[in-house]
């Protein structure tokens, strides 16, 4: 660690720094920047990576897969990569992990080049379904990796922390399992809220590297958010996209048809800026400092989602985004926040 008087957030030599997973260079003007707007916007591009705490980096778009099936997946993951996507997000629970596969090696695009997530389904004995044991763990995330048809996934993660302490440790353990056998370079989790990261910290396991989260304007987990920045936790949003009043229509969400019917909370800061809502939600979170995993199975969606990179959001855009917060849960059934899981 150097003293260059940010003791929490470096934690490299002094020509480099990194802060909420992302890289600066260390010249003292960029860290007096970075120090008060993590990241930079004017540093944001396409091939932008956000550093994980394990010493790797991801890029910081990536395309989600949700809802998409095994057999459209295929196409879906074909346009993202051709249009110059390099991340792709998906999980044994949305069965298409075979579909991802396949769209990799259609899109012509190196396997070394893309950033592949997957996700252990943990079970949850609340819905009838068992916990993961040790041993299914490891049997699943190497089903995952053959799905894939790679050699290892880049992230691993579980997908979200149903089944109690027990089981949950006894998972995370077989992951870390997993991450010294090179099936998987890096590990995180799902939405884990405080007190599942505390329980990883209290057994001494190493913490993980990222935690993907329901996150957007009118669900910001500020709390949760401040308590894995002091520990290089990168936060990946999910359902960027759910304050659109579009969003999931006709799909499995718990938005409803009110919010759908009235005019949508970021159409005022779309028109000071010339750009879609989408772009807007999107841009927001970079400029968070999270990941964004955009969905679509719509060619001009995938192209317009990763056009985010060309316009910035001011600090008066972001605080009227930030004054949206409703801690409003969409994306799980029945307003469900599995961040607040026993
Ligand atoms: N870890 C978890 O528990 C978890 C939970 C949820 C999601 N995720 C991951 O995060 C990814 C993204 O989240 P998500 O799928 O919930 O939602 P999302 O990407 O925020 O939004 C997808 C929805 O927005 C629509 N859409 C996409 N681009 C649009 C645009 N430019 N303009 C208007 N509408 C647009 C899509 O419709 P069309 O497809 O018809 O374009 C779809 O209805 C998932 O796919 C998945 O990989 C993880």
Excluded at 146 to 166: N, Q, R, T
Excluded at 202 to 216: C, D, I, R
Aim: with cysteine; aromatic share 8%.
């Amino acid at each position: 660690m150097c003293s260059s008087g940010f003791p929490t957030l470096v934690d490299r030599p002094c020509d480099r720094i990194r802060l909420w997973g992302v890289e600066y260079k260390a010249d003292l003007a960029d860290m007096a920047q970075a120090s008060e707007v993590p990241p930079s916007p004017s540093s944001l591009n396409l091939s932008t990576r956000f550093n994980l705490g394990d010493g790797t980096s991801m890029p910081a778009l990536g395309f989600g897969t949700y809802q998409i099936n095994d057999d459209d997946v295929v196409a879906a993951v074909e346009t993202a990569l051709k249009l110059g996507y390099r991340h792709i997000d998906t999980a044994q629970a949305y069965e298409n992990e075979v579909g991802v596969g396949k769209g990799l090696v259609a899109s012509g695009v190196d396997t070394s080049e893309v950033f592949i997530t997957t996700k252990l389904w943990p079970g949850n004995p609340d819905w009838g379904m068992p916990s993961k044991s040790y041993d299914e763990t490891i049997a699943a995330t190497k089903a995952s990796v053959e799905k894939l048809g790679v050699d290892s996934v880049d992230l691993y993660l579980i997908h979200a922390p149903f089944g109690g302490a027990e089981a949950r440790l006894a998972m995370y353990r077989a992951m870390v399992t997993c991450q010294k056998e090179g099936l998987v370079k890096s590990i995180g989790v799902s939405n884990y809220g405080i007190a599942h990261l505390q329980e990883l910290e209290q057994a001494e396991l190493p913490l993980p590297a990222v935690n993907q989260l329901e996150l957007h304007p009118t669900n910001q987990k500020s709390e949760l958010l401040a308590y894995m920045v002091e520990r290089n936790i990168l936060p990946i949003a999910y359902s960027s996209l759910a304050p659109l009043s579009n969003w999931r229509e006709g799909q499995q969400s718990s938005k409803d048809d009110a919010s759908r019917e009235g005019p949508s909370l970021v159409a005022g800061v779309a028109e000071g800026t010339g750009r879609s809502e989408a772009q807007v939600l999107l841009r927001y979170a970079l400029q968070k400092g999270w990941c964004i995993l955009p969905k679509s199975i719509r060619e001009e969606r995938i192209a317009q989602n990763m056009d985010v990179f060309s316009f910035e959001l001011s600090d008066e855009q972001m605080s009227e985004l930030d004054g949206m917060e409703k801690d409003e849960s969409l994306a799980w059934p029945n307003g469900m926040d599995p961040t607040k899981a026993e």
